[in-house]
Nanobody, 114 residues
């Protein structure tokens, strides 16, 4: 399974970005898709995750600001990030829990700065 992420970049505080993660390759069934992030000097942390039944879970720090969704037909997950803060600055990694195993994207950088 290959994961292609897109949508990162530089944004001012209060701005918005939308991340996309497209899964391809041999896909038997995706149980969950999600996003983790890792800031310099910090551990990787869960941002948001969505199951095949569209149940969602969010880190407390992003609740009310970020929304995760998925298009099962396209094997793609999206992370809409609003009201971004400087502390959201990190490398964001797509994560897929698939029947064949767990897979990670290479990461996309999100920088929130004025």
């Amino acid at each position: 399974v290959q994961l292609v992420e897109s949508g990162g970049g530089l944004v001012q505080p209060g701005g918005s970005l939308r991340l996309s993660c497209a899964a391809s390759g041999r896909i038997l069934g995706i149980n969950a898709m999600g996003w983790y992030r890792q800031a310099p000097g910090k551990q990787r942390e869960l941002v948001a995750i969505i199951t095949s039944g569209t149940r969602t879970n969010y880190a407390d720090s992003v609740k009310g600001r970020f929304t995760i969704s998925r298009d099962n037909a396209k094997n793609t997950a999206y992370l809409q990030m609003n009201s971004l803060k400087p502390e959201d600055t990190a490398a964001y990694f797509c994560y897929v829990d698939e029947v064949l195993g767990k897979f990670w994207g290479q990461g996309t950088q999100v920088t929130v700065s004025s």
